[in-house]
């Protein structure tokens, strides 16, 4: 039996061709484009160990804000900085 208070991680690291990237549209507009992905960046996890260890005390801070309730979070990461958009 797993520990809830402790991150548990299986790595699976795929190669990632490319990936949705913001672009400018026709209009000027900001779009979501497919763009390749170079070969360094093919084989890097999507996430570090320190971005998976802040995700997971995010986690258990935003439940220990619904009364210890699993929640669904939506999230978008630049760079280092985690922005949480919806909980």
Known sequence: RLDPEEIHW????RQKPE?????RGF????TLEKVANSEELQK???LNENMLR???????HVEAR???EPTDM?????GDKIYPVQA
């Open 10 to 13: 299986r790595s699976d690291i």
């Open 19 to 23: 990936r949705l990237a913001p672009v």
């Open 27 to 30: 209009d000027g507009k900001p």
């Open 44 to 46: 890097k996890p999507a």
């Open 54 to 60: 802040r995700l997971f005390q995010l986690g258990k």
């Open 66 to 68: 619904y009364a210890g």
């Open 74 to 78: 939506e999230i978008v990461i630049v």
